[in-house]
């Protein structure tokens, strides 16, 4: 048995001891199989669909923050924490320390791909939109270096990547202004962006050091 197919039935136990149907959405099972072909559901047999609270998962407080979040649905969030640390420990404003808190939250708690993009999507609502325009570009800029401002292109994306990797169109339309700004005055400019005004007080750091320990 696969480590996915134990964990099906891991959760299909649970559900059936929950006494609830869970249906998983495409995105879940998109890879595994066509998502092209219907979507199976598992036969109801008088049961009720899993809806609200899941109760696979640990209760949210009713009025949830960021900090609940990495404790109860983000994933390992190492790097996050690491990026915001070492963005104090320079002594960036909090608006840059809180963008590199959360530029992969999408990784941490929904989806890889176009993260930079999704974990914008995720964000705008709640953050400064400078904030979420660094989160946004990340993805791309990360990807045009300017030794210039002490930023090279870093080895593991050429092993990751190969080494004529550019992130493609739609990742950087539309509106490609940032990448502009980069290729003129590098890094810096990107800071210099999201550097005008101060964000979230001591939030941010309370939860880097909460989270760190």
Known sequence: MTTLQRAEAAEHALSQELDRVVVKSVIFTSGERDPRQ????????GRLYMMGHDARL??????????????L???????LLQSARLAMKNGVNEKIVLACLLHD????????????YWSAQLLEPYVDEEVAWGIRYHQALRFFPDESVGYRYPELYRKLFGDDYVPEP?????????????RRHGVQA???????????GRAVEEIVEAAIG
Do not use: C, N, W, Y
């Open 38 to 45: 219907p979507v199976s559901r598992p036969p109801d047999d």
């Open 58 to 71: 640990p209760k949210m407080p009713d009025q949830p923050t960021l900090f609940d979040f990495f404790r």
């Open 73 to 79: 649905r983000f994933g390992p969030s190492a790097h």
């Open 105 to 116: 939250i999408a990784i941490a708690g929904f989806i890889r791909s176009d993260h930079g």
């Open 170 to 182: 739609h990742i950087q339309e539309p509106d490609e202004a940032p990448l502009v700004l980069e």
């Open 190 to 200: 990107v800071q210099q962006r999201l550097a005008h005004h101060l964000g979230m």
